[in-house]
Each structure stands twice: as structure tokens, then as C-alpha cells.
């Protein structure tokens, strides 16, 4: 069965570096896309970009570009999200979401399964 | 960006009551729209697709409709599982975006 499943919480300081990790099992990794979608503590989603895992191409979301960085490890069907400078503003609950298409072709750009969710908190 | 706007933002409903929360976009979006649920704690989970096509395993009592600007999920008869908060998304731009949420709460 599909499974993605996320690293564990991290707290951190203000100005270091953060990297989250989301492992694939179940299916073939460079078949569908990867999306990293960002919850603030009591509030909504906000979608923060995808990579093609075939090609390795980060797209952001406008908000999510400089202190982003999407990438992946295909030998071990893993994809990460680094958040560099963090600021207390960036915690929050970060998932990775697969989208059943590599492309992500308009009719196909929803999230058939999601990671359990990584808790990000810059405290100092 | 297409805004997305949901409504009611609360929601509270009894077990069997039939639930209705509406998706307004700020402009047509064809039927290029997702609704998830989310409970506390946990991940959003897909429920529909393409407006109205039901995800895998998602039970009957669910259903979507619309096109363009004017999008609703229905519940037909509330179950204790549903108590949740709900997501519609937008697919027809290449910046996706999410609804504000709706939380149907137990009356």
C-alpha cells in the first residue's frame, strides 16, 4: 500500500537550518509528483510547491522561494524539504503529498496521499 | 492567485442531519476542484475529485457538484466520524490553492 512517512519533529532556533524528510513506499517514486503543503499552528493549508521526482525540478509557491529548497534521493524513493534562516514564523506542520501525476496535468494536481505531518517549531 | 472562499467557516450539526458546505472561487475553474477532511492531529484525507468524482474507499454519503465558480460537498446523513474540518482546493491554476476551511462540529 501507498505510504509516505515524515521525520520527526524538530525544534529549533532561529536562524538555523531545518531539513524534513518524507520516505515513499508502495508505489514507484518517480511516477507522481511531490508537494509540500505548510499548516500554521490553528490555521489552514497552504500549498508551498512540488517537484517532478523524475526530472528533479522544484516548482514554488510565491512565499516560498529563497529560504526553500525542495529536493530528493531516488535511490531510497525519498523527498525533502529544506527550510534555511528559519524564523518563528515558520512553524508549523509541514506534509508531503503525492499528486497522481508526474506532470501535474491540471486534472490530476489533487493529493491522493499524504505523509503524517512534521511539526516545525523555531523557538528560541 | 484564484481565491477560494468557504462558507459557513463553523458549522453545528447533529448525527444524521445532511450537511452542505459551499466553495465560491474568484474566478471559473472549470470542475478542477478537491475536497478534503481533516481531523485534529492528522493528515487531510481525499475525499472527492474533479468536483464530483468520489476517491477510493470514501463512503457514499458523500458527494460534490459544481462547475466554474460555485462548488458544494454534501453529506447526506452526518456520522459521528465526520466531525472534521473541510478543504476545497483549486487545481485549474498552476498555484494551487486551498479554501479557508469548514469545521462541522457536534451540535
Known amino acids: 500500500q501507498v505510504q509516505l512517512v515524515q521525520s520527526g519533529s524538530e525544534l529549533k532556533k532561529p536562524g538555523a537550518s531545518v531539513k524534513v524528510s518524507c520516505k515513499a513506499s508502495?508505489?514507484?517514486?518517480?511516477?507522481?509528483?511531490m508537494n509540500w503543503v505548510r499548516q500554521a499552528p490553528g490555521q489552514g493549508l497552504e500549498w508551498m510547491g512540488w517537484?517532478?521526482?523524475?526530472?528533479?525540478?522544484?516548482t514554488y509557491a510565491q512565499g516560498f522561494t529563497g529560504r526553500f529548497v525542495f529536493s530528493l534521493d531516488t535511490s531510497v524513493s525519498t523527498a525533502y524539504l529544506q527550510i534555511s534562516s528559519l524564523k518563528a514564523e515558520d512553524t508549523a506542520v509541514y506534509y508531503c503529498?503525492?499528486?497522481?501525476?508526474?506532470?501535474?496535468?491540471?486534472?490530476?494536481?489533487?493529493?491522493?496521499?499524504w505523509g503524517q505531518g512534521t511539526l516545525v517549531t523555531v523557538s528560541s | 492567485d484564484i481565491q477560494l472562499t468557504q462558507s459557513p467557516s463553523f458549522l453545528s450539526a447533529s448525527v444524521g442531519d445532511r450537511v452542505t458546505i459551499t466553495c465560491r472561487a474568484s474566478?471559473?475553474?472549470?470542475?478542477?476542484l478537491a475536497w478534503y477532511q481533516q481531523k485534529p492531529g492528522k493528515a487531510p484525507k481525499l475525499l472527492i475529485y474533479?468536483?464530483?468524482t468520489l476517491q477510493s474507499g470514501v463512503p457514499s454519503r458523500f458527494s460534490g457538484s459544481g462547475s466554474g465558480t460555485e462548488f458544494t460537498l454534501t453529506i447526506s446523513s452526518l456520522q459521528p466520524e465526520d466531525f472534521a474540518t473541510y478543504y476545497c482546493?483549486?487545481?485549474?491554476?498552476?498555484?494551487?490553492?486551498f479554501g479557508g476551511g469548514t469545521k462541522v462540529e457536534i451540535k
Open positions: 482546493q483549486q487545481l485549474n491554476s498552476y498555484l494551487l490553492t
Open positions: 503529498a503525492r499528486s497522481p501525476s508526474i506532470t501535474m496535468i491540471v486534472r490530476s494536481r489533487y493529493f491522493d496521499y
Open positions: 508502495g508505489y514507484t517514486f518517480t511516477s507522481y509528483a
Open positions: 517537484i517532478n521526482t523524475n526530472t528533479g525540478n522544484p
Open positions: 474533479a468536483a464530483s
Open positions: 474566478q471559473g475553474i472549470s470542475s478542477y
